[in-house]
């Protein structure tokens, strides 16, 4: 009788406790914990103690962490770490703007500037060639080349 009622107990105790780990909030800068973080895991609202830990399940889908000083983070369990830095407010940018030519766009565009510059050209503007009027590969690379050169320029006074 006493080993079925151990048995029972053993049982219930088991499903009622859960797998669980704690996680250290700490401040990106200055590597000190951050007391009051609130911590959403699912639908339970947890908040770091003085020392910036906090006890969270498992298992779940996603965790977010935000206080008012700092930058909100929603992770996937994949992304969480022990330590969690959060990044002050003032390091967050509003807006961001990415403009710019990759390597490999800039070679292909300076050989053909190169080739179009070292090509041969027209010795005068009475020139008249009747083969050019009816080649439609020249006249796109001609208008090609006028917007490589135009945005050549652009670039060219940005910088």
């Given at each position: 009788?006493?080993?079925?009622?151990?048995?029972?107990v053993?049982?219930?105790?088991?499903?009622?406790?859960?797998?669980q780990r704690q996680i250290?909030?700490?401040?990106?800068?200055?590597?000190?914990?951050i007391?009051?973080?609130?911590?959403?895991?699912?639908?339970?609202?947890?908040?770091t103690?003085?020392h910036g830990?906090?006890?969270?399940?498992?298992?779940?889908?996603?965790?977010?962490?935000?206080?008012?000083?700092?930058?909100?983070e929603c992770?996937?369990?994949?992304?969480?770490?022990?330590p969690?830095?959060?990044?002050?407010?003032?390091?967050?940018?509003?807006?961001?703007?990415?403009?710019?030519?990759?390597?490999?766009?800039?070679?292909?565009?300076?050989?053909?500037?190169?080739?179009w510059?070292?090509?041969?050209?027209?010795?005068?503007l009475?020139?008249?060639?009747?083969?050019?009027?009816?080649d439609?590969?020249?006249?796109r690379?001609?208008?090609?080349?006028?917007?490589?050169?135009?945005?050549?320029k652009?670039?060219?006074?940005?910088?």
């Amino acid at each position: 009788m006493l080993r079925l009622l151990l048995l029972s107990v053993a049982l219930v105790v088991g499903t009622v406790v859960r797998a669980q780990r704690q996680i250290t909030v700490l401040h990106s800068d200055t590597d000190e914990p951050i007391m009051g973080v609130t911590v959403r895991v699912g639908d339970t609202v947890l908040k770091t103690d003085r020392h910036g830990r906090v006890t969270v399940p498992e298992q779940f889908d996603s965790i977010s962490f935000s206080h008012v000083e700092f930058v909100h983070e929603c992770l996937r369990p994949s992304e969480l770490t022990d330590p969690m830095y959060l990044f002050p407010r003032s390091h967050q940018l509003k807006e961001v703007t990415v403009a710019g030519i990759g390597p490999d766009l800039r070679r292909s565009l300076e050989k053909a500037k190169e080739r179009w510059l070292n090509g041969p050209h027209r010795s005068s503007l009475l020139s008249f060639d009747l083969g050019n009027l009816f080649d439609r590969r020249n006249r796109r690379d001609r208008k090609q080349m006028k917007r490589i050169l135009e945005v050549f320029k652009e670039f060219d006074a940005k910088q």
